[in-house]
Structure formats: structure tokens, C-alpha cells
């Protein structure tokens, strides 16, 4: 029997105390429908970098050679900083790669020496200055340059880098002295061991500036990145739980994706969590704040999405729908520009995946027999 027959057979009393809690009962339903708080997510996913640089496909060794000035070959043949050098996603070979890396290290020149000051103040418990003492110190101030060349094994000219030049001036000082002579002569005293540890310091920077512009020009970097996305936070929402699974799932699967393995079946693993945030923008329709918001966070959420499952396209229809909900506007625009440059990033390497294995060790130089493309 149903229960508001059998309450009302029995007394009036128990049906006017029903019709109460009802009475209380609504205006929270009704609140929990008008405010909604959205909370940060955040999740971690890895991707491959593709190259800025668009080269012949079958090219996949490289080869680096480093020359220095006269003074600074004992310091060349300590340090070897060509072995240093890495273009991730490719062989390295000692010679003959289908890339050469030719670099080309300058002196390091000491342009200004100067003794320096600081003065020292001890104070007593209440704070009053009770002594002062002077410190001396030598400031060095120099420069560094080196470039390197970039060519293939038929000679053709790819690029060049500038890895440091003179117009950058670096600055070196000394131990502190508590006499100013000791100061004035420690560098004239000490020239070859603290020459020999800036110019290796300089050399290392510049390697390691080297090694991570080609390989976003011509590399496939492994990518690990920490984002985030929005997740209802109202616990008195009727969306709560069903939000909060629908972002657990996506964490799992972006979480368990990585630079080397296809994500041919994440999409369809994906698609009960992409079904919940279409059925949002659907269920909550109107032009009022609450279904604004709500809204958002279900176009924000997919265009995340869409940009790790590497489809700009759905991404974009994303981030137009964002600027049509007109909630947090600039957000739109700058899914836009994302997606735009992913989609030109596919075009430019021919590549349209950021999801596949690479064995550097199969990759054959130009001399060698049988090369291996990366599709």
C-alpha cells in the first residue's frame, strides 16, 4: 500500500509532519540545483614530443664533432662534452650520421677585474649595532661564445644555433677575504684552476642548450606533464558522484597511457566518462549561472581530453563551445590556439600521433645497410 495512504488512515498529525519535511526539504533541493563550487583535479599523462623541424623520413643518425681553440684543447680533452651531447629519439653514431652536429667552442675571456665590498654589522640583543667589519672579494666579469653547425650526410646546410655569445656577460666572484690585498691578487694567483672550472661550466650549459634544441627540432622527447581538470565539488549536488567516477576514469586511463604505447583503445575506454559530460551540456541547458558553470566544466574537461587522446579537432569544437557558454571566455580562446598548434604540429612532422615506441638502436646511418622509418 502506497505511504501516504497508509499515513493518512491512521491520523492527520503524521500527514501534516510529511507535508512539513517537504516544505523543508525543497528550498535544499532547490539551492543545491542554483550554486554549484568546482574543484581542481590534477592528473599526470605523458605524450612524445614531435619535431618543430621537418626532415627527410628515413633520416634518424646523428654524428657531433666539437673543435675548440689551441688554448682550451687540454680542457676539451678532459671534459669530451660531444659525447654530451643527445638527440632523443635518434642513434648516435661516432661518424657518417645522416645529421652532423659541428660545434664550435671560443675562448673564454675575462674582460673586468674588480675587488668588491661588503660590509659586515654585528648587533647586540636589543638590536643596537655594536661592531662593524669590511669583506673583500674579486668580481670577474666575462663572456663565452659558441655556435653550432647543422648539415646532412649530401652536405646540405639544415641550420645553425648560437649556444652562447659575447653579449652575454657572466660574472665569477671570490672566496671573501677580511684583508683587501689577499682579494686583489687571488685571481692572478688562481687564473688556470678557476678558468679551467668556468669554461667547464660553460661548455656543460652550452651542451646541454644544444642537446634540447635539436631535439625540439628534430627529436621525440619522451613528455611527462602534471594538468588538471574540473570536478563538481557541491556535495549536496545531484551530480556529485556521477561527476567524480566519470573523472576517475579518465585519471586511470590517462594515467596508465605513455609516450610509447598506442592509444588506439583509450578513446573507447574513455567513452562512458565522454558520454556523462555530453549528457551534462544537454541536461543542464539554460542560460542561468549554475548550468553556465556546470557546463564549463564539462567543455573544459573534453577539450583536455581530446588534446592527450591527440584529436585537435574535438578539442576545438570543445573550446568553441566554451566561448559560446560565455563562462570564463578566455579559456576558449586559449584552447583555440592549443588546438590549433597541435593540429599544425601534425601536419608539419606528418605525424599524427604523440603515442608510438621508438628503438633507436634498429636506426642504420646512410652507410649502413636498411634504415627504419618511424610511422
Keep these: 500500500m502506497p505511504l501516504f495512504t497508509l499515513i493518512s488512515r491512521t491520523s492527520t498529525k503524521p500527514v501534516k509532519k510529511f507535508y512539513l519535511f517537504l516544505l523543508l526539504l525543497a528550498p535544499a533541493a532547490i539551492l543545491a540545483q542554483k550554486k554549484v563550487n568546482l574543484d581542481r583535479f590534477d592528473f599526470k599523462v605523458q605524450f612524445r614530443s614531435l619535431p618543430n623541424f621537418r626532415l627527410d623520413s628515413t633520416y634518424h643518425t646523428y654524428n657531433v664533432t ?81 655556435d653550432a653547425q647543422i648539415t646532412d650526410y649530401k652536405g646540405t646546410h639544415i641550420k645553425d644555433e648560437v649556444l652562447a655569445d659575447r653579449g652575454y656577460k657572466q660574472v665569477y ?39 634540447e634544441r635539436i631535439t625540439d627540432d628534430f627529436g621525440f622527447a ?22 567524480r567516477k566519470a573523472f576517475q576514469l579518465m585519471n586511470e586511463v590517462l594515467f596508465s597511457m605513455n609516450a610509447s604505447t598506442s592509444i588506439a583503445h583509450a578513446r573507447e575506454q574513455l567513452k562512458p566518462a565522454i558520454d556523462y559530460f555530453e549528457h551534462i551540456k544537454t541536461t543542464y541547458s539554460t542560460s542561468k549561472k549554475h548550468d553556465r558553470k556546470i557546463r564549463y566544466s564539462s567543455y573544459f574537461n573534453l577539450a583536455v581530453l581530446y588534446y592527450y587522446l591527440d584529436d585537435p579537432e574535438n578539442m576545438m569544437k570543445e573550446a568553441n563551445g566554451l566561448l559560446l557558454n560565455d563562462f570564463h571566455t578566455a579559456v576558449g580562446r586559449s584552447f583555440q590556439e592549443t588546438a590549433m598548434r597541435l593540429k599544425n604540429q601534425f601536419q608539419q612532422s606528418n605525424i599524427y600521433t604523440r603515442h608510438f615506441s621508438i628503438d633507436p638502436s634498429v636506426f642504420k646511418g646512410p652507410n649502413e645497410k636498411t634504415d627504419t622509418v618511424v610511422k
Aim: aromatic fraction near 10%; charge should be negative; proline fraction near 5%.
Design 66 to 146: 666539437v673543435n675548440g681553440t689551441r688554448a682550451m684543447q687540454p680542457l676539451l680533452r678532459e671534459t669530451d662534452p660531444a659525447n654530451s651531447v643527445l638527440l632523443e629519439g635518434w642513434r648516435k653514431l661516432p661518424q657518417n650520421g645522416h645529421l652532423t652536429i659541428n660545434v664550435k667552442l671560443d675562448d673564454l675571456l675575462p674582460e673586468t677585474v674588480s675587488v668588491k665590498e661588503r660590509v659586515v654589522t654585528t648587533k647586540n640583543g636589543n638590536g643596537v649595532i655594536t661592531g662593524t667589519k669590511t669583506m673583500y672579494y674579486q668580481e670577474v666579469v666575462y663572456t663565452f661564445a659558441a
Design 222 to 243: 619522451e613528455i611527462t606533464v602534471n594538468d588538471f581538470m574540473w570536478v563538481i565539488g557541491s556535495r549536496k549536488h545531484p551530480e556529485y558522484e556521477d561527476d
Design 173 to 211: 666572484n671570490s672566496p671573501e677575504f677580511a684583508f683587501k690585498p689577499l682579494a686583489e691578487g687571488y685571481f692572478l694567483l688562481n687564473s688556470v684552476a678557476v678558468t679551467k672550472d668556468l669554461y667547464r661550466s660553460c661548455v656543460n650549459r652550452a651542451m646541454h642548450y644544444l642537446s
